[in-house]
């Protein structure tokens, strides 16, 4: 079976993957988010381990895949996996970035600027934890 020959399931997994991103680049973004998520269910357990690159740019495709296709909550999920799984920041980046994105999109500007401030802390740019607009110069 599929599940017990590892070259065969990586060959599938890049299948689902060139599928997912030429649906998304046809904007079919709840398509691609099935061939992402059908992917991911083909990748080894300890993915995180032993295919890093290819787990993390999934799982960051579905997220966009599900944010573009009104799955915040699983955006929100798989966004916030990435931010904890990831090996370092750089490779966090563009997951905060789009979680910055959905929650000023939903209407969240206190879990936005939560968010963007613990990156500036990380990066050893301290930022307070509330802002006044006598702080801005307002």
Not at 8 to 25: P, Q, Y
Not at 66 to 81: I, K, P
């Amino acid at each position: 079976t599929i599940e017990k020959d590892d070259a065969l399931c990586m060959s599938v997994v890049k299948l689902n993957v060139t599928a997912g991103k030429m649906a998304l680049d046809g904007c079919d973004h709840k398509t691609a988010y099935f061939y992402f998520l059908a992917a991911l269910s083909l990748l080894p357990d300890d993915g995180w381990e032993s295919c890093y690159d290819l787990t993390l740019r999934l799982n960051f495709l579905m997220a966009r895949a599900a944010n573009s296709s009104r799955q915040y909550d699983e955006a929100e999920h798989t966004l916030q996996m990435i931010c904890n799984r990831a090996r370092c920041l750089f490779d966090k980046l563009p997951s905060y970035f789009l979680l910055v994105t959905i929650f000023l999109a939903q209407g969240h500007p206190n879990q936005a600027y939560a968010t963007c401030t613990s990156i500036l802390n990380q990066l050893g740019e301290p930022v307070p934890d509330s802002v006044t607009l006598a702080m801005v110069g307002g």
